[in-house]
């Protein structure tokens, strides 16, 4: 596997220089685009020459354009779209719903002036399949699919994945840990040998380093983070347990920040959250998986339009939201994953813009904040707002209680958490 070293890597000027079509490039123009992010400079050569590659890139680096400008330049070469019947020619495997949609509309819209018109299609749970199954009669050149939605379309006869010619795992490590490995075998049986592979991720554990290694064979691998985590400034703030909510609300109204997403680990505690800030007079609204996917989805774009300023999810939202220019994540309880927690900060400073990522642990909390600075090789001084100031010793109401490993994915049924399938690596090698 051949590995660019980006810390030694010069930022490309201009999409001009990496060889893509003017309507992208005209396109690009349009969206202004100035320049190519690291990522986008080191994954579209690579992409356009047929490499498979391996990215890792911290979320907000602009990894989505990174694979999608290329991927829509080659299907434009072939001078008319390849959909027919149910087949699919691009495939994107994607963790949630919200990141499912994401992404699709970022094809639809990077792939504009293209003529003629190349066919992106979303499939992912939560909605009727009905409406999906219509949509994919016509096939598509692009397919952005959640893996569970994907397989029950695939049995019911309404796409077909032998004629992929380019497969893309987005979110990789989440792709490929609990919950989704069973999934992920089953549609890799289903897809040809010779295509192309690409897989982004913001972090990479060693296990899905393992795997890749036997997957990706003659591949370029791009390991971007440390120029990136520059744009997004870091606090930690130490508070009493029972001042936490007082805190947080003396913050988001003495700032008089216009968005703030508010991370919170559980959907009882959103759900009480946005009760006790609405009794201080915060507004809010809630963002996990108990709302249907059409609550979901206007909540969520009521926040991005500004229409709600103060947004309480639970880490279904933290690879699935993409928000321009958010200016405040805050971490009302901390992710049980260390490597959630870059996912987390990662919704703020998107594409090099400035962002701001708060903390607020109590005394049961010190430890774990320690295990993630440790595994995302990171040291932050612990401050004090004044008048929320955090006891010498935990007091006696605190619970003294460690954070539980990592669960399962939120929304996942009991059979699915007690199953911890290993991913098939001999299969992944024969493809």
Request: hydrophobic content about 40%; glycine content about 6%; charged content about 25%.
């Amino acid at each position: 596997m051949t590995q660019v070293d980006s810390s030694k890597t010069k930022l490309t000027s201009s999409f001009e220089q990496l060889g893509l079509i003017p309507e992208l490039l005209k396109r690009i123009a349009l969206l202004e685009y100035t320049q190519p992010t690291l990522v986008q400079a080191k994954a579209i050569p690579a992409i356009l020459a047929g490499k498979n590659l391996l990215a890792g890139a911290i979320t907000g680096s602009g990894k989505t354009a990174a694979f999608a400008l290329p991927m829509l330049h080659k299907l434009a070469k072939s001078k008319a779209s390849v959909a027919k019947g149910n087949q699919v020619t691009s495939l994107v495997l994607v963790p949630t719903r919200e990141l499912a949609v994401q992404v699709a509309d970022s094809f639809k819209s990077y792939g504009q002036l293209i003529k003629p018109r190349l066919k992106v299609e979303a499939v992912f749970g939560g909605v009727s399949a009905n409406t999906q199954m219509l949509a994919m009669r016509g096939g598509a050149d692009v397919l952005v699919a959640t893996p569970g939605r994907l397989l029950d379309l695939i049995s019911s006869n309404a796409i077909k994945l032998e004629n992929v010619k380019t497969l893309v795992l987005d979110e990789a490590d989440r792709m490929l840990s609990l919950g989704f490995t069973e999934e992920l075998n089953q549609i890799l049986a289903l897809l040809p040998k010779h295509k192309q592979t690409l897989l982004f991720s913001a972090t990479f554990p060693e296990e899905v380093k393992t795997l890749t290694d036997s997957l990706l064979t003659s591949a370029v691998e791009i390991q971007i983070q440390s120029e990136e985590k520059a744009s997004i400034t870091q606090q930690v703030y130490t508070v009493n347990r029972n001042r936490k909510t007082a805190l947080l609300a003396h913050l988001i109204k003495e700032n008089n920040w216009r968005q703030v997403l508010v991370f919170a680990s559980a959907k009882n505690t959103c759900n009480r959250l946005e009760q006790k800030l609405a009794k201080a007079g915060v507004a809010a609204q809630i963002f996990h998986s108990d709302k249907s996917q059409g609550a979901r989805t206007k909540v969520l774009e009521a926040f991005k339009s500004g229409e709600t300023h103060v947004l309480i999810a639970t880490d279904i939202a933290a690879r699935g939201i993409d928000i321009d220019k958010l200016p405040v994540v805050i971490n009302y309880e901390l992710p049980r994953s260390p490597a959630d927690y870059m996912h987390r900060i990662g919704r703020s400073g998107r594409a090099g813009e400035a962002g701001l990522a708060l903390s607020l642990i109590s005394h049961d909390e010190y430890h774990h904040f320690k295990i993630i600075e440790k595994k995302n090789k990171i040291k932050l001084e612990r401050e004090q707002i004044e008048g929320f100031e955090a006891d010498e010793e935990a007091p006696i109401d605190c619970p003294s209680r460690e954070i539980k490993p990592m669960a399962a994915p939120e929304g996942m049924g009991k059979k699915k958490r007690n199953r911890q399938p290993k991913v098939n690596a001999e299969l992944w090698a024969k493809k």
